[in-house]
C-alpha cells in the first residue's frame, strides 16, 4: 500500500519534512497577529484568507482528490452565510446555532442536487452546478423581504459564546475573533485530512486516476462522488457561515458564480492536488485582489488576465510546480 | 386581459429568440471543442457596441451586416491565441480561461464605450408599432424575429449542406475519426468558434436595438443559454432550439400570472428534466460524459 502510494506520486516529500512542513504552516497561522501589520495587513484580511482557503479547501476535496469539477460552489457558501445570518437575525442570538443552521443549509442543498447529477460528468456536470448554483443567487435577489435582496442581509450580529464559566467574546473581532476563527479552520482541516488518510479517501483517489478501473473493482463510483460532492458541500458551507460571521453581512455576491470561479481559480494557483494548495491560492488571490482593487477601478481586468495567465502558464499552481520539479 | 397575454407571447418569443441564438453558439463551441465559452455574453455585447460604432459610417443595415463579422474575426483571434492552447487539457482550464476572458473583455467594453447604457439608433420605420391596438409589436420586433428565424434556418441549412457543416456535424460525434481522415481539425474548431461568435454578435446588435447598450448586456443571457442547452440535450443543436424557446416561453408566460417567479420557473424546469429525463429532451446518453 505505502508502495503504492509513493509510486503514484513521485517527488512526495519525506515524512520528516512532512511534519517540519506542518508545524511551520500551523506556527504562521497562529502568529498571523504578530507578523501581519508589520506588512501593512490588517487581522480581518487574514480571517478573510481563512475563510476562502477553507471553501476552496473544501471544493478541493471534489477538484484535486475525485477528479471531479464543480463550478458552482459558491451556492453552498452562499447558503451557509445566508443560513447563518437568518438565523442570527430572525431565530436566536447564538453563534454555534447559527453556524450549525448554516452548515446543514448549504451541505444538505448539495447533497440533496448530488443526487441529480451524480451521473453526469466532466464540462456537462460542471454546467449543471453553475445553472443551478445561480437559482440560489437568483432566490436570494429577489427575495427582498426576507433576504434583503440586492443590498444584502443586514441588522444580525456575531454573539459572544458562553463556555460555562467563561465567555468567548467573539463579538468585538480582533485576535480573539481570528483565534475563533483558527479554531474551526483546524478542526475542519483535521478532519479533511483524517477522510483523505481513510479507505474512503485513498478510494476517491482511486476514482479520480482511473474511474473505469474502479468501476471494474466493484467500487460504487456514483455513489462515492456523490459523497465526495456532498462532504465538499458541507465544509464550504461551514466556511460560509464562517464569512457571514467575519463581515456582519451576507450578500447576493456570496452566492454568484464569479465567486465560485474565485473558488476554482484559488486552488489552481496554490495547486489542485495539493493538501495546502488551496490555502496558499486563497492567501496568493485574496491579498492581489485587496492590493489591486484598491490601486485600479479596471481591477476585473487584472483578475481576468490572472486567471488567462494560471492557466496558460502556470496550470499546476504553486505547490504542485514544486512536487512536479522534485524538490 | 389578452392584450396582457399577447403582450407577453410576444416577449417571451423574443427573449426565447435571444436565448436560442446565444444558446446555440454556446452548443455548437460546447459540442466540437468541449469548452464552455463564459465570455459568449461578452461576445454579444461586442457585437453590439461594433455596431453602435459603426453605424454613424455605415448606417444601420451595414453595422447590422458587418459587426457580427468583426465579432466573429476577435472570435478567430482569440481561439487562436488562447482557447486552442487548452483544449487536450482538464476541462477545468477551459472554464477558467474563458471566464477570465469574460472578465477582461467585460472592462475592455466599460473603458472603451463608458459604464453607462447608451442608446442604439434604429432606422425611422422600424420604431413605429405594426397597429395602433397593437402598439407594443414594433416593426423592430418583427424585424428581430424575421432576422432569428432566418439566421437559424441557415445555420441548419448551412451544417446540413455544405462539406464543413458536415464536418463539423462529424467531429461532434467523433473528432478522432475526423482527425484521421484528412480534415485539419484545428481549422475546423477555429471557424467553428468563430461561427459561435457570429451568433453572439449578431444577437448582440439586435438586443441593442431593443435594450440598448451597457458592459454587461450579455450577463442575463448567459445562464438561461446554459439552461437552454441543458433543457435541450447536450450534443443536439434542435436540443438547444428547443430548450431556448422553451423557457422564453415558459417565463413569459409566468410573467402574466405571477412576475416574481419569472426566474424561478426556469430553474424549476431545469430540476425537472435533471430528475425526469437527465439526458435533455432530445439529447444523447453519453454525450461529453
Sequence with gaps: MTTAIAAAAPGRPTVSLRIVMLIGIWAVLLAVPLWLPLLGGYTALAGRVLVFGLAAMGLNL???????????????????????????????????????????????AGTLFGLLIVRRRGVYFAMCTIAFGQLWYYLAYSWNGFTGGFDGLRDFHRESIALGPFTLDIAAGGDTFYFFLLAIFAAAVGLMGLLLRSPFGRTLLAIRENERRALFLGIPVARHIWLSFSISCFFTALAGTLYALLNNFADPMALHYSLSGYFVVMTVIGGMRTFWGPLLGAAVFVMLQDYISSMTVNWMSFIGVIFILVVLFFPRGLLGTRRWLKV | MWQVI?????????????????????????????????????????????????????????????????????????????????????????????????????????????????????PAGLAQPITPS??????????????????????????????????????????????????????????????????????????????????????????????????????????TLCGGLLIGMAAALTTVIYPAASEAVIYAILMAVLLIRPRGLLGEEGMLS
Excluded: K
Design chain 1, 62 to 108: 471534489l477538484l484535486g482528490f475525485t477528479g471531479v469539477l464543480s463550478f458552482g460552489h459558491a451556492a453552498y457558501f452562499g447558503l451557509g452565510a445566508y443560513g447563518a445570518g437568518l438565523t442570527l437575525r430572525y431565530v436566536a442570538h447564538s453563534t454555534p446555532l447559527a453556524m450549525l443552521a448554516g452548515t446543514l443549509l448549504g451541505g444538505l
Design chain 2, 134 to 239: 397593437l402598439f407594443f409589436i414594433t416593426w423592430y420586433r418583427v424585424f428581430m424575429v424575421t432576422i432569428v428565424i432566418a439566421a437559424v434556418i441557415g445555420l441548419f441549412a448551412f451544417l446540413r449542406y455544405t462539406r464543413v457543416g458536415l464536418r463539423i456535424r462529424a467531429g461532434t460525434l467523433d473528432l478522432e475519426t475526423v482527425a484521421s481522415l484528412g480534415v485539419n481539425v484545428r481549422n475546423l474548431r477555429t471557424f467553428n468558434f468563430a461561427l459561435g461568435c457570429l451568433l453572439a454578435g449578431l444577437s448582440g446588435v439586435l438586443a441593442a436595438g431593443q435594450i440598448g447598450l451597457n458592459p454587461n448586456m450579455g450577463d442575463d443571457l448567459l445562464m438561461p443559454s446554459f439552461i437552454a442547452i441543458i433543457v435541450g440535450g447536450v450534443g443536439s443543436l434542435i436540443g
Design chain 2, 6 to 122: 399577447v403582450f407577453n407571447v410576444t416577449n417571451g418569443l423574443i427573449i426565447g429568440a435571444f436565448y436560442v441564438l446565444m444558446a446555440l453558439g454556446l452548443s455548437l463551441i460546447l459540442n466540437l471543442s468541449n469548452v464552455i465559452n463564459f465570455a459568449h455574453g461578452n461576445f454579444l455585447a461586442l457585437g453590439g457596441y461594433l455596431a453602435f460604432t459603426l453605424s454613424p459610417a455605415l448606417g444601420y443595415w451595414g453595422a447590422l451586416l458587418v459587426s457580427p463579422l468583426l465579432t466573429a474575426l476577435i472570435g478567430v483571434a482569440v481561439e487562436r491565441l488562447m482557447i486552442r492552447r487548452i483544449y487536450n487539457r482538464d476541462p477545468v482550464y477551459s472554464l477558467l480561461l474563458t471566464f477570465g476572458l469574460a472578465f477582461v473583455m467585460q472592462d475592455a467594453a466599460r473603458y472603451i464605450w463608458g459604464p453607462n447604457g447608451l442608446p442604439m439608433g434604429l
